[in-house]
């Protein structure tokens, strides 16, 4: 099993542009959660689908970010326009049930918005 | 107050030490627990589950109080190796779901 994919693993961009960051969940796995980790506010739950449907998004900060699941195997987390505090690590997770089993985490993205 | 909470550390033990960490969650319909690890610039794994009569697994002991709050983690014969960031995870009930909340985590550090 490759386990969770997530492209690219580093991302420096400029501010205000659009940045798109990808996940391949584990197959079979229904659950697919987007993290946000920082070292003053730590991991913070941004989103997570159930059946490629969004089940939470109130963690999504604001208007810049979107995610979308157009099928079991594939999700991704837009920011449009990027700004300078979205730098971070993002991390995709999945499960095959939420919140009572483990959630499998992917490499992450490390994003630096300049 | 922040839904789960933990001393960020860190914790400078030596080789051999007996540790312990404490994480608090503030909503006390929460029903799962976990405990997960997470190494320097690497992704979080899961370490142990957490279950109401307690657990462990081998070195790592887990518990939780209910009544207060909390859950544990133990490490006895701390290893250079269990150096890392230790995170403890709360699912709270919303509605027809579970919020999973991670807490900030507690750095350990094992010294020679």
């Known amino acids: 099993d490759a386990g969770v994919i997530q492209s690219p693993r580093h991302e420096v961009t400029e501010m205000g542009q659009e940045v798109t960051l990808r996940c391949k969940p584990i197959?079979?796995?229904?659950?697919l959660f987007w993290y946000r980790q920082t070292m003053m506010r730590g991991l913070e739950l941004l989103i997570y689908?159930?059946?490629?449907?969004?089940?939470?998004d109130s963690g999504m900060p604001e208007d810049r970010f979107s995610a979308k699941m157009p099928n079991a195997s594939f999700s991704t987390l837009k920011i449009q326009p990027s700004e300078p505090r979205d730098s971070a690590v993002y991390f995709c997770?999945?499960?095959?049930?939420?919140?009572?089993?483990?959630?499998?985490f992917g490499p992450g993205t490390r994003l630096t918005v300049t | 107050r922040k839904e789960v909470e933990q001393d960020p550390g860190p914790f400078n033990v030596p080789e051999g030490a007996t540790v312990a960490f404490n994480c608090t969650y503030s909503?006390?319909?929460?029903?799962?627990f976990f405990w997960y690890r997470q190494d320097c610039r690497k992704e979080p794994k899961l370490l142990m589950s957490?279950?109401?009569s307690g657990n462990e697994d081998g070195r790592f002991t887990a518990q939780l109080n209910r009544a207060s709050q909390y859950i544990s983690l133990l490490i006895r014969d701390s290893k250079l190796s269990d150096s890392a960031t230790y995170l403890c995870?709360?699912?709270?009930?919303?509605?027809?779901?579970?919020?999973?909340?991670f807490g900030t985590g507690t750095k350990l550090q094992v010294i020679p």
């Open positions: 997770a999945s499960s095959p049930l939420a919140g009572v089993v483990e959630q499998y």
């Open positions: 197959s079979g796995h229904d659950y």
């Open positions: 689908f159930n059946n490629n449907v969004p089940i939470d």
């Open positions: 909503n006390s319909a929460s029903q799962s």
């Open positions: 957490v279950y109401s």
């Open positions: 995870v709360v699912n709270i009930p919303r509605g027809g779901y579970q919020k999973v909340t």
